[in-house]
């Protein structure tokens, strides 16, 4: 191959990479609904003919598994011990989305040599270029693992409730991701709002201080209403989209993802996702 041929063979490469989007949820401040969301954008997402991948990243205390109740007896640990194959730990959920769980297997990247980490890093991107849209459902708060998955993604959407605690946690967040230089778009979603229009000046107050502050945009990623079907749904393990198609929260979500769609996120030039997190590691 010469080196026009080659040249071309890369950027051919890179596009495909580049043509998955990766959006990661997160929150100051926990229990304030990432995981349930996370796991019906997944579904709303996947509904509209996309390949989607939830990844959780909630490294040991993740829940993707319950609420979508799937058996997640394998995770990435034992693909990073080289007992399991990527493929062989994926779970195939509701509506076809893949359910990956890292467990606690982030944490051993630093105990294994350059081969494995290779080895690792190759699965994961043959799995992003074969994915329209990776969703990362983040533990709260603002750990270094937290931000190095957040600040590796395209978006990200910051949680909160109407509560001022989470309020002021979400704009820590927020600013974190400014201090690191986040290039990509955040978005804000109010959960559990009383009314829209509470959500809404929620969202306002947030993105007003933001700018003011921080001088940087912070986007509406959509408003959902506090509600018992959801509660409903996490006892019953069936995603609340799915379990009540026709609830005002379902359309809440559904526009979200609607919105999601629609919004043409710049996407990160250099490197897979899954390389972009792993570098912040080291
Ligand atoms: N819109 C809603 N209305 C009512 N209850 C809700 C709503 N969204 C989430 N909940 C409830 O809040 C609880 C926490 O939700 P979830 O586990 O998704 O939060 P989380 O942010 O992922 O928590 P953690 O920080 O522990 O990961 C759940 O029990 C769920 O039933
Ligand atoms: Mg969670």
Redesign the pocket.
Known sequence: MNCKDAKYLESVMSAQSQKTRVIA?T?G???????????NLAICLAASNKKVVLFDA?LG???IDV?MNINSRYNLTQVISGQKELHEIINIAHAGVDVICAGSGIAELANINQFQLQRLIDELEELENNTDILII?????ISNTVMNFCTAADNVLV?TTPEPTAMTDAYAMIKVLAARNFDGRISLVV???NSIPEGKRIYRQVADVAMRFLNLPVYEAGI????????K???SRKP?VLNYPKAK?TSEIAAMAARLSRNQTPMKKKNSFFKRVVNCFF
């Open positions: 949820i929150s401040k926990g229990g304030v609904g990432k995981t349930n969301i996370a796991a909630d205390l993740g829940n609420i459902d983040t533990g709260a708060g949680v959960n559990m709002a959902i209403c506090k509600n018992d079907q959801v509660t749904s996490v006892k609340v929260v």
